[in-house]
């Protein structure tokens, strides 16, 4: 039998009243770095430096390069950015679909694997590590392969562009990361807090509904938008299989210039342009990280 | 102050626990009268707080019976049974454990909004009502993370009084707290017992016990060594332990 009868808490490493409070500590630590996965999306102001740099020199060798009567680089990068940037604009499209199909699915499996039926929380926590730790490249090509690339509904056949497929491909990894962050920020709220919701007789939805859940959001904020950082970055892997977004369009420029020495300057000029988006997002999430660490 | 064997309202016979290997209560027994004071004093570890724990259903027991108003608490199984025990016992505890994403008057009102289900506007009266018997009528807007030990402490008492229970259980209630403010909740706790109100308390605040108590029981090892008026268990204890208590404490 559980402690608490019906409203199950997450096991906690101690019992023993003098550790609880180190217990709980660790206990948060432990979610935050679950919860937050593997990597982060650390961006500092010298990342931009560099990038520029990087930039810098890209353009000047392709100036040193250049033959007599062609266009100088940088009058060739205006020429294109139109281009890029409309690639750029559905690389942020593909990130903004993938993100809120991912989260809508990963918030209901997250749910799903703080359930108190076996086979629910079995079945969310298998679907949950498989997609999580399967690679993003290889979901992506599953999806594009084995997904119809038209679908026939009472008589209407709706056909499903390549980059619908990949953006669906996207956010299978999303939703399994979304479902480690809901199972992670459910779990680093106090049993208090849960022991405290049974002693006033609320039930267990009510519980994670009003009390548990609402107090995870804040919790649960930061590695959703680092998620969202990580995700537009690799956005450009929908380009191997033939989206034509900012990398897909900028190998299609650089053929079409067939110039010698214009890939350095095209590929971090790209790069560029994703440290302008993803950076603010990444400051944001340090400094929301920074404020909920206080008075969680 | 009524009599010990008048109408009881929580009766606790032969109780056992074990976390495990560990016996927590070894046949605990006693009983509240409606209306009356009871003080579990005792060493840490000597199984207080899982008997208050129990009272409530939030801890199951392993063996015995414990009765409380019209409920045997020991054969509740569903949760709605155990739901509707909780409406009519309302425990504190010693970190208070309000929501802290809620203003002291939303914490008040949640439960009665939600689970006894009554009309808004009553609630809020009550609630308003009530943190003004605990003295915290400024609080109202306030966050938890914002009010002192002693003002969250109070909060969570008015929460469970605004379930309007039958049996209030305290749980080292001012045991997280600096020495001046353990006065304003031992004073509002006062109140309510003078109101009538059944409470047990566990507790380390001796004199308080003394003070408030019809009974006090003494518990040591997951047993009951001594219990008896304040004035008889504090001035004339009988067993050597309680003695030998009482002199490292008073």
């Known amino acids: 039998m559980s402690r608490l009868g019906w409203c199950d808490p997450p096991p906690q490493a101690t019992d023993l009243p003098v550790l609880l409070p180190a217990a709980s500590r660790l206990a948060h630590a432990a979610a935050d770095e679950r919860t937050a996965g593997a990597f982060r999306c650390r961006l500092r102001p010298a990342h931009g430096v560099v990038l520029l740099v990087l930039f ?35 690389n942020l499209v593909i990130s903004a679909v993938a993100m ?114 609402p107090q995870c959001i804040k919790r649960m904020l930061p590695p959703w938008m680092n998620l969202y950082a990580i995700l537009t970055m690799a956005t450009v892997l929908t380009s191997i299989v033939g989206v034509d977004e900012m ?19 095209f590929y971090s000029y790209v790069l560029f342009w994703f440290f302008l988006y993803c950076y603010p997002i990444a400051r944001w999430t340090v400094r929301l990280e920074a404020r909920y660490a206080v008075n969680h | 102050m009524p009599a010990a064997n008048a109408d009881p309202i929580v009766v606790i016979d032969d109780v056992h626990k074990s976390f495990g290997k560990v016996e927590v209560l070894k046949g605990v027994s006693l009983s509240v009268p409606k209306g009356g004071v009871v003080c579990i004093i005792g060493p840490s570890g000597s199984g207080k707080s899982t008997l208050l724990r129990c009272i409530n259903g939030l ?124 006065k304003e909740v031992l004073n509002t ?9 059944t409470c047990m308390l566990v507790t380390h605040e001796m004199h308080f016990a003394r003070e408030i108590a019809d009974e006090v029981y003494f518990t040591d090892g997951g047993v009951i060594v001594e219990s008896g008026p304040p004035g008889e268990l504090f001035d004339r204890p009988v067993k050597e332990r309680t003695r030998a208590f009482l002199s490292q404490i008073l």
């Open chain 2, 189 to 197: 706790i006062q109140e309510l017992a003078r109101d009538g109100m």
């Open chain 2, 59 to 182: 801890v199951p027991i392993d063996q015995g019976s414990i009765r409380v108003a019209n409920f045997d608490v020991h054969k509740l199984k569903t949760d709605q049974e155990k739901i509707a025990l909780r409406k009519e016992v309302s425990i504190v505890f010693q970190q208070y454990n309000l929501f802290p994403h809620k203003t002291a008057l939303e914490n008040v009102m949640m439960a009665p909004i939600h689970v006894l289900r009554e009309d808004r506007g009553e609630v809020y009266l009550r609630a308003v009502a009530l943190l003004k018997k605990v003295g915290l009528s400024a609080k109202e807007a306030v966050y938890p993370g914002e009010l002192s030990g002693g003002q969250q402490q109070r909060v969570a008492i008015a929460r469970s009084l605004a379930m309007r229970p039958e049996v209030m259980l305290f749980d080292e209630v001012t045991g997280a707290l600096d020495p001046e403010t353990v």
């Open chain 1, 100 to 213: 809120t199909a991912g989260t809508l699915a990963g918030l209901f499996l997250g749910f799903a694997q703080v359930s108190l039926l076996l086979p629910v929380k079995k079945g969310a926590w298998l679907t949950t590590h498989f997609f999580r730790n399967a690679p993003w490249l290889v979901l992506l090509f599953y999806c594009m392969f084995l997904l119809p690339f038209q679908i026939t509904v009472f008589g209407f056949t709706i056909p499903i562009p390549d980059w619908i497929k990949a953006t669906l491909g996207l956010s299978l990894p999303v939703m399994a990361n979304v479902s480690e962050i809901v199972r992670g920020s459910v779990q680093s709220i106090p049993t208090a807090q849960w022991e405290s919701a049974a002693s006033l007789a609320f039930t267990r939805r009510q519980t994670l509904w009003m009390i548990i859940f």
């Open chain 1, 247 to 265: 990398m897909g369009l900028t190998r299609q420029a650089l053929s079409a210039e067939n110039r010698s020495g214009l890939l350095l300057a």
């Open chain 1, 56 to 90: 810098l020199i890209g353009c000047g060798l392709a100036q040193a390069q250049a033959e007599p009567g062609q266009p100088s680089i940088l009058a060739t990068l205006w020429k294109w950015t139109p281009v890029l940037l409309r690639g750029f604009l559905f």
